[in-house]
């Protein structure tokens, strides 16, 4: 199709993900815009998606996520770091292991203080209760009635129970809400999850939204460069099944593809880094060094046992009655092992005693398996990870060629600095401290990951080397900011550029001290105000 005969749009959206579902159905909530929203990925249709569990199910499903993986960093972490991102309808929410939580509002008011404008904790907590249908109702933190399903775990587990007690017994508080007053403590997870099922912004904002006349949603449609005239965006060139589209954008094009994707795409389009841009043969539109760099990511140090007790998801793979036991579990009442997002309880504590607010965040995992997303041990266990929440180390994102099908080299750098490396190492000494309680020891054979040979700072840290995993908590390669390497602005235009947002996980200041998918759900609300405001 000529260009002249593309279609027309007010908005483009490129990515329906954690912010680009909840953009697309807050901008044609008035009727008085039309939003086409570009999924490269399929619908999601995958009945695993939507049963809770089955995300072991999406892990490495090429159908749905772009599986990506990092560079090994020969300094340290020196393999390849499996990097899933979902590539479906819901994006990375479509595929996430749902445990919500927002981070600290120190994190927000730190954005603030870095010059952000408008995203400050008291700016931000509206959009996250505007966002919330919180099971326990609504009150000064939380909201209800909103479009994610926020839900309590289905019942309490005698696992999870020993570990918030054994955590009291070390010394840390009981805490029941980590997104109210305090965040520090040890207590049970909230899902985002409704009824048992899993509440992606597919299935919480876009499917409401979907029978709008003024929203059209193209899947597997792959974006593959802004069109610019000038400095001013003008639409968006792309692939549909096996044909080259253009689509036309009269007001902007907003980009919520995510952490990796955004800065790829912003990258193909000649927005970046100029010699890498040339290096690859691709005209340069704006030298942005600031675009696929600042890449932070939550590394996690994983300490696994072996259960004297049944008490794990182990078995429900492991063993054919446990299955069917389980499978009809749900089918009547939705509870179980099946509607279980990936960790049952936590803690957030400090491991450095100067730091602002706590800098770990452990996870109680109701399984155990050797490679992350692989089959499970073929006995009961149960793996505590924790995430160093607020690393030093940063790296990059940066096209390898001009090919938009290529993945990106993603190189995040973990552990590069000491700072990172010491707060790891202990709070892998912090948690022994507690699953050392008689209340966890009751039901542990033995901790055989990494084990009772790994005890000295030295041998903790090539345990790291070779065991750390990641959170999945990508951000800050689009950086919002005013300095030479921020890529938007406080209202998340890119800067130098007209009718350009970026609107997803990659525009964080500074990677927040928790999961990342209520934050980026948070991000969507807030930049789809901005837009309808400025379209005014
Ligand atoms: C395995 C895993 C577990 C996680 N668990 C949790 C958790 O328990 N709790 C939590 O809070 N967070 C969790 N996260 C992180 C969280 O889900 C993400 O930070 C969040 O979803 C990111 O949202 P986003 O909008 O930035 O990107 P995404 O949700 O990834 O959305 C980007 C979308 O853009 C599409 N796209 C990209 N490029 C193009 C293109 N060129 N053309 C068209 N479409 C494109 C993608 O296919 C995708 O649908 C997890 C992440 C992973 C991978």
């Known amino acids: 199709m000529a260009e002249t005969d593309a279609p027309r749009f007010d908005y483009i959206i490129v990515g329906a993900g954690s912010a680009g579902c909840v953009l697309a159905s807050r901008l044609t909530e008035s009727g008085k815009h039309n939003v086409l929203l570009l999924e490269a990925g399929p619908?999601?249709?995958n009945p695993w998606i939507h049963v809770p569990l089955g995300y072991g199910k999406l892990f490495t499903n090429a159908a749905v996520n772009w599986l990506y993986s990092t560079e090994p960093n020969p300094n340290a972490v020196n393999r390849r770091v499996p990097q899933p991102r979902g590539k479906v309808l819901g994006g990375t929410s479509s595929i996430n292991g749902m445990v919500y939580i927002r981070g600290h509002r120190e994190d927000y008011n730190q954005w603030r203080q870095l010059g952000n404008e408008g995203w400050s904790y008291e700016d931000v907590l509206p959009y996250f209760r505007k966002s919330e249908d919180q099971a326990r109702g609504a009150d000064e933190y939380h909201g209800a009635?909103?479009?994610l399903g926020v839900s309590d775990v289905y019942e309490e587990h005698p696992l999870a129970d020993a570990f918030i007690e054994s955590a009291v017994a070390a010394g840390h508080p009981r805490n029941d809400?980590?997104?109210g007053a305090d965040q520090t403590g040890f207590g049970y997870c909230q899902w985002t999850m409704k009824n048992g099922r899993r509440c992606s912004t597919a299935v919480g904002y876009l499917k409401p939204a979907r029978k709008r006349a003024n929203l059209t949603i193209a899947t597997e449609a792959h974006a593959l460069r802004v069109l610019f005239d000038g400095q001013r965006a003008t639409g968006l060139e792309y692939m549909q099944h096996g044909q080259r589209k253009t689509a036309h954008a009269s007001a902007e094009v907003i980009l919520s593809g995510g952490a990796y994707n955004s800065p790829q795409l912003l990258q193909l389009s000649g927005v970046g880094p100029a010699g890498l841009l040339r290096k690859h043969g691709i005209e340069v539109v704006s030298d942005m060094p600031g675009v696929g760099a600042n890449l932070r990511d939550h590394l996690n140090a994983p300490l696994m046992f072996r259960l004297s007790e049944d008490l794990s998801a182990n078995s429900v793979i492991n063993s054919f009655s446990v299955r069917i036991k389980t499978a009809m579990r749900y089918a009547v009442n939705r509870k179980g092992y099946l509607s279980m997002g990936v960790s049952f309880a936590q803690g957030f504590f400090k491991v450095d005693p100067s730091a602002?607010?706590?800098d770990i965040q452990s996870q109680l995992m109701l399984f155990s398996s050797p490679v992350v997303g692989g089959a499970p041990f073929p006995f009961p266990g149960a793996t505590i990870v924790s995430a160093l929440l607020r690393p030093e180390s940063f790296g990059h994102v940066?096209?390898?060629?001009?090919d938009p099908f290529e993945a990106p080299k993603i190189q995040p750098n973990y552990l590069t600095t000491q700072k990172d490396r010491d707060v790891l190492i202990g709070a892998v000494k912090m948690m022994r401290e507690i699953t050392g309680q008689p209340a966890f020891q009751k039901f542990?054979?033995?901790?055989?990951e990494p084990g009772p040979d790994c005890q000295t700072d030295d041998e903790i840290l090539d345990y790291l080397h070779r065991g750390a995993?990641?959170?999945?908590h990508p951000v800050s390669t689009c950086r919002m900011g005013s300095d030479p390497t921020a890529v938007v602005d406080a209202r998340l235009r890119v800067h130098g550029l007209e009718g350009l947002r970026v609107a997803d996980a990659s525009i964080m200041p500074t990677l927040i001290s928790g999961n990342t998918n209520a934050p980026t759900?948070?991000?969507g609300e807030k930049a789809a105000d901005m837009v309808l405001e400025d379209a005014r």
């Open 444 to 448: 542990i054979i033995e901790e055989h």
């Open 356 to 358: 602002v607010s706590p």
């Open 469 to 472: 995993r990641t959170s999945y």
């Open 145 to 147: 009635g909103g479009p």
């Open 177 to 179: 809400d980590f997104n």
């Open 521 to 523: 759900i948070m991000i």
């Open 43 to 45: 619908p999601d249709r």
């Open 398 to 402: 940066n096209i390898v060629s001009a």
